[in-house]
């Protein structure tokens, strides 16, 4: 199974708009960084704004800017904003209730789903986004 | 994003072999257990022999069984055998490296990848195969 770059894709646009803090940015501004096409960044804005870290204004003078600063923005929001939390999905059918197995595989499954997911929270919580741009600046410019 | 079930079928598909130790098991059945299609397990199969955790034999008394005794395989392997092994991937295209943010972006998201790719292995290690055996057996028949 292939990883998915939505999450990675989120922390540049945030990061984007971390540097602009206070500055309504347009998402072609945005996409030209992230070299993408617009619609992609407008689309994961949207999902952004339902999780309440960005707050967006349409029209000429319009664009996007954080709901909060920076360092009350974790990590572990931003994954939570654009995954559904989970690292691996339990069967996508029920198994065979019939067969020993079948009958309680999702029960082991679920619980290590939960150790799991716990685990990816924990050390993203451990991020903020404010950490992430101290980072950006500290590179060479 | 949505998660992938591949790991769950993965896990199910071994417990089955781990049950019958030392017969062959045809996909058939394994498929019947996790209710899919053959050619599904077949598929997944491929992905575990390519690991060495299954041996698989064809013809008429052919069939699959595990590679090693359950307690040594752990399921750090088997996630390892049907992911990438990465919960999140970085750009698909890299960014704009006239930005501050595009150009320094990577760096930053390649050091959490690795943290949270290393916390997730560390979970997935503590537990083998055979636990999960254990843990199906103990419940009720």
Do not use: W
């Amino acid at each position: 199974m292939a990883a998915n770059s939505q999450f990675s894709m989120a922390v540049h646009v945030l990061t984007v708009l971390a540097r602009h803090e206070g500055e309504k940015i347009k998402s072609e501004k945005i996409a030209c960084s992230v070299n993408t096409n617009p619609v992609v960044i407008r689309r994961l804005l949207g999902q952004l704004a339902q999780a309440e870290l960005v707050e967006s204004q349409t029209g000429a003078a319009g664009g996007t800017q954080l709901a909060r600063s920076p360092e009350r923005i974790t990590l572990a929001e931003v994954y939570g904003a654009v995954s559904c939390g989970e690292v691996f999905a339990l069967h996508g059918k029920p198994p065979d209730k019939n067969c020993p197995v079948g009958r309680n595989i999702e029960a082991v499954l679920c619980n290590l789903q939960k150790q799991i997911d716990r685990s990816v929270a924990e050390t993203l919580s451990r991020h903020t986004l404010q950490g992430v741009l101290e980072v950006i600046e500290q590179e060479k410019p």
